[in-house]
């Protein structure tokens, strides 16, 4: 199982050698340290690996998270299981660069969505709206009848009713995403398709 945290930068497109263009997203894999390993045959009980990105002040870190990284100010601090075990061959202190994944792998990319505030039916669930003619005049993007009154509900909104509400920032993992480009020197990836996130969102990257 290979795994690395990655800030998403921009989307491009690539052309492969036979002629065919792929878009593409722009991920920048700094390289990230093991700050923890966790074993199924230790106080644990399950196998994993823990690591620490990027840097931040350390005033503004618990004295808790401080004690369990050295004193290191990690800007974000991430698990990921390995299901299958082998935790035992990473040490606490090790780095896992971009080089680490090859041209070829697929993986799945997991990130926070864009936040887009509170936002109608229409855009947030697709509704069709009212018509826009024959006296209609302010319900063209309403959603319509809730239930209520003795209908199917019982005189109540069902759960789980699509209405208007927050949208987005919501953890999304888009699968099957193939490996276009590892740039070494610069740390960067390039995967196919688009990654959930804004520019510069972290993303965990992951190939099984």
Same mark, same amino acid.
């Given at each position: 199982?290979?795994?690395?945290?990655? %800030?998403?930068?921009?989307?491009?497109?690539?052309?492969?050698?036979?002629?065919?263009?792929? +878009?593409?997203?722009?991920?920048? +894999?700094?390289? $990230?340290?093991?700050? *923890?390993?966790?074993?199924?045959?230790?106080?644990?009980?399950?196998?994993?690996? *823990?690591?620490?990105?990027?840097?931040?002040?350390?005033?503004?870190? &618990?004295?808790?998270?401080?004690?369990?990284?050295?004193? %290191?100010?990690? *800007?974000? $601090?991430?698990?990921?299981?390995?299901?299958?075990?082998?935790?035992?061959?990473?040490?606490?202190?090790?780095?896992?660069? +971009?080089?680490?994944?090859?041209?070829?792998?697929?993986?799945?990319? &997991? /990130? $926070?969505? %864009?936040?887009?505030?509170?936002?109608? =039916? =229409?855009?947030?669930?697709?509704?069709? /709206?009212?018509?826009?003619?024959? #006296? *209609?005049?302010?319900?063209?993007?309403?959603?319509? &009848?809730?239930?209520?009154?003795? #209908?199917?509900?019982?005189?109540?909104?069902?759960?789980?009713?699509?209405?208007?509400?927050?949208?987005?920032?919501?953890?999304?993992?888009?699968?099957?995403?193939?490996?276009?480009?590892?740039?070494?020197?610069? #740390?960067? $990836?390039?995967? &196919?398709?688009?990654?959930?996130?804004?520019? #510069?969102?972290?993303?965990?990257?992951?190939?099984?």
């Amino acid at each position: 199982m290979k795994f690395i945290l990655a %800030k998403k930068e921009k989307m491009t497109r690539i052309f492969t050698e036979d002629g065919r263009a792929y +878009a593409g997203t722009i991920l920048l +894999a700094e390289p $990230i340290t093991v700050t *923890q390993v966790k074993t199924a045959d230790g106080a644990d009980k399950y196998s994993a690996i *823990q690591v620490g990105v990027g840097t931040r002040r350390t005033k503004n870190i &618990s004295k808790a998270v401080l004690g369990h990284t050295k004193g %290191k100010g990690y *800007q974000a $601090i991430k698990e990921f299981r390995l299901p299958g075990g082998g935790s035992e061959q990473f040490a606490v202190g090790s780095e896992i660069n +971009a080089d680490t994944f090859a041209v070829g792998d697929v993986v799945q990319v &997991s /990130g $926070i969505t %864009k936040g887009k505030g509170f936002a109608g =039916v =229409v855009k947030r669930h697709g509704f069709h /709206g009212g018509p826009r003619s024959h #006296g *209609q005049k302010h319900t063209e993007r309403s959603p319509g &009848s809730i239930g209520g009154g003795g #209908g199917r509900a019982g005189g109540r909104v069902a759960k789980g009713m699509k209405m208007a509400g927050r949208l987005g920032t919501d953890r999304v993992t888009v699968t099957n995403l193939k490996i276009l480009v590892v740039d070494e020197k610069e #740390g960067k $990836i390039i995967v &196919s398709g688009a990654v959930p996130g804004r520019r #510069g969102s972290l993303l965990e990257v992951v190939s099984k």
